[in-house]
């Protein structure tokens, strides 16, 4: 398997505009997490689905962030309008099902709103 | 609930030096614990986990960590630290009782001196 992909690696978009961030978990994976990065805020855990499902939305910092997933193979980040204090590096993860399994990252999406 | 708490942001040691990256847990039940690394500009990547089956857990690069249930804490440790260790290191928690939610601490930044 190709891991968890991303994209696009790097978005550069001016303020007021929508963004969508793209993650393809690893196939057979029952969990998808969308998770921030910042210098100021560390890993943020955003949202996380199980089986398609979102479970926890809890950390979504409000309503301009939305996200989805389809189905088993696709999961959007959607940010509408986006400010620059969204500019951060948003990662994908996959696991398989159980508390003990460990969660595989994507390389991350450089977001920077200007 | 369940948390992981990293002390110390900035770790630096001498090559060849013992590493310690402290990390103590907060879990109502037994807590699964992760251990990852991220070098900069990549996503994170996995160098070891407690699953219950054993205390001493031995990762990737020459890594291992001790669970300590009377301490709640998951300490990383390297006997001799390289060079190439140098990176931000993460310690996560995961639970059933958490909803396998896959929550992080704020991470570790280690710096390797000559």
């Known amino acids: 398997d190709a891991g968890v992909i991303q994209s696009p690696r790097h978005e550069v978009t001016e303020m007021g505009q929508e963004v969508t961030l793209r993650c393809k978990p690893i196939?057979?994976?029952?969990?998808l997490f969308w998770y921030r990065q910042t210098m100021m805020r560390g890993l943020e855990l955003l949202i996380y689905?199980?089986?398609?499902?979102?479970?926890?939305d809890s950390g979504m910092p409000e309503d301009r962030f939305s996200a989805k997933m389809p189905n088993a193979s696709f999961s959007t980040l959607k940010i509408q309008p986006s400010e620059p204090r969204d500019s951060a590096v948003y990662f994908c993860a996959s696991s398989l099902d159980g508390g003990n399994t460990e969660a595989f990252f994507g390389q991350g999406t450089r977001l920077t709103v200007v | 609930a369940q948390s992981v708490t990293q002390l110390g942001s900035h770790v630096s040691v001498s090559e060849g030096a013992l590493v310690l990256l402290r990390c103590n847990y907060s879990?109502?039940?037994?807590?699964?614990l992760f251990w990852y690394v991220q070098y900069p500009n990549q996503g994170l990547q996995l160098l070891l986990k407690y699953t219950s089956a054993a205390t001493l857990v031995k990762g990737i690069n020459g890594f291992e960590a001790e669970f300590k249930k009377s301490e709640t804490s998951f300490h990383l440790t390297k006997p001799s630290a390289h060079m190439s260790d140098a990176a931000e290191y993460f310690c996560?928690?995961?639970?059933?009782?958490?909803?396998?939610?896959?929550?992080f601490g704020t991470g570790t930044q280690l710096k390797v001196e000559l």
């Open positions: 196939s057979g994976h029952d969990y």
């Open positions: 996560a928690v995961r639970s059933t009782g958490g909803g396998n939610k896959l929550t």
């Open positions: 689905f199980n089986n398609n499902v979102p479970i926890d």
């Open positions: 879990s109502s039940v037994p807590p699964y």
